[in-house]
């Protein structure tokens, strides 16, 4: 078994501090994260590849490490493998500026404690049903996609969401997607040309900056 650690062995305090909980990989050339890398390590609560060339994780391979923040903002991943993916304390993901082109039904399935999930700058083109119920989501950023399409029930049941981020996109319409009473949304730059009845019924808080 063995610790990462941050700071320099040089550092006097490396002796005498607690082993880090943050592992910080980034600006690197990785490709893969093969399934056993991580498979000794303790103690790593937060990891940190921005900025590699990933575009595949290898099933579980980061499962074991009880990781509650990953960062994988500009790498190269064109979708989320729920095996993959499989990180039950997980609570923020960043998957900003990669290639994901789809979002499945089930592919959170196994980040049940989830609540802060960003997919801004993929290529997205449309939100199906069955993504996001019976999770704890509070912040979503979907900006700076394609999206074109979501479907009328793609949000129900997000009660805990206070923050939506769906700017940047290809919308043409806006419906009543939301069932959060207390979520914020940011919704310019968008191709909006008709708006429901009900759009906004159960939004309190409506940005456009």
């Known amino acids: 078994m063995y610790h990462i650690w941050i700071c320099h062995p040089?550092?006097?305090?490396?002796?005498?501090?607690?082993?880090?909980?943050?592992?910080?990989?980034?600006?690197?050339?990785?490709?893969?994260?093969?399934?056993?890398?991580?498979?000794?390590?303790?103690?790593?609560?937060?990891?940190?590849l921005t900025d590699n060339h990933l575009y595949i994780i290898a099933p579980k391979a980061l499962s074991a490490i009880g990781l509650t923040t990953l960062s994988l903002f500009g790498n190269k991943l064109e979708e989320i493998d729920p095996e993959a993916f499989d990180m039950?304390?997980?609570?923020?993901?960043?998957?900003?500026?990669?290639?994901?082109?789809?979002?499945?039904?089930g592919d959170l399935r196994n980040l049940p404690e989830l609540e802060a999930f960003?997919?801004?700058?993929?290529?997205?083109?449309?939100?199906?049903d069955g993504i996001f119920h019976n999770?704890?989501?509070?912040?979503?950023?979907?900006?700076?996609?394609?999206?074109?399409?979501?479907a009328s029930t793609a949000f129900d049941g997000m009660l805990a969401l206070t923050l939506?981020?769906?700017?940047s996109n290809n919308l043409t319409h806006w419906e009543d997607w939301l069932s959060s009473p207390s979520a914020s949304i940011f919704v310019r730059f968008n191709q909006i040309t008709e708006i429901s009845d009900e759009a906004f019924k159960n939004c309190s808080r409506l940005f456009n900056y």
């Open 10 to 48: 040089t550092q006097s305090s490396f002796y005498n501090e607690e082993p880090s909980r943050i592992s910080k990989l980034d600006k690197n050339k990785l490709t893969e994260i093969p399934c056993g890398v991580f498979e000794n390590v303790t103690l790593m609560r937060s990891l940190s």
């Open 88 to 105: 039950q304390e997980l609570v923020s993901l960043d998957l900003d500026d990669n290639s994901v082109k789809l979002l499945r039904p």
């Open 118 to 128: 960003s997919v801004e700058k993929n290529e997205l083109k449309e939100i199906p």
């Open 135 to 150: 999770t704890k989501l509070t912040y979503l950023n979907l900006a700076a996609n394609q999206i074109v399409k979501i």
């Open 164 to 167: 939506w981020r769906i700017d």
